[in-house]
């Protein structure tokens, strides 16, 4: 098994649906990390938690861990090496893809067992460094 580095973030993080077709709103654009996937049937928005409108439909908070990369597109095993060890604890996730990594959100209140986790399974993780 390859092992990674996980970097966390300290920014609480919420996933909010919208609409389908819905304009990506001012509000969602405030954060370090700030995500965005439509479909046919919604737009789901990753942002800053302190953002969003108590009204909206959300869950929040989560903790983001980012995979230290860039990964290669040929890498195969790279989320279910990290996802496991968080499965086998009972922690539910949130993830995201970007062209250069892979990104887990954790419900904020475990992601200090996330981390023992992923420590346990031999994977690292460290602070995010300051934008």
């Known amino acids: 098994m390859t092992s990674h580095k996980l970097f966390r973030y300290p920014e609480t993080l919420a996933v909010v649906r919208l609409g389908p077709g819905t304009e990506i709103p001012a509000w969602a654009e405030s954060s370090s990390i700030f995500s ?8 789901s928005v990753v942002c800053a938690s302190r953002s969003v409108p108590t009204k909206s439909r959300h869950q929040r908070p989560f903790t983001a861990f980012c995979v230290e990369g860039p990964l290669d597109f ?4 790279v989320l279910v090496s990290l996802l ?3 499965a086998e604890d009972g922690i539910s996730v949130f993830t995201l893809s970007t062209f250069d990594t892979d990104w887990i959100l954790v419900p904020a209140g475990d992601a200090d067992r996330a981390e ?3 420590r346990r399974s031999g994977h690292e993780t460290a602070p995010a ?3």
């Open 36 to 43: 965005v996937t439509a479909t046919a049937t919604e737009t």
């Open 74 to 77: 040929s890498e195969t095993g």
């Open 84 to 86: 496991a060890p968080l």
């Open 116 to 118: 023992e986790a992923w």
């Open 129 to 131: 460094a300051p934008a």
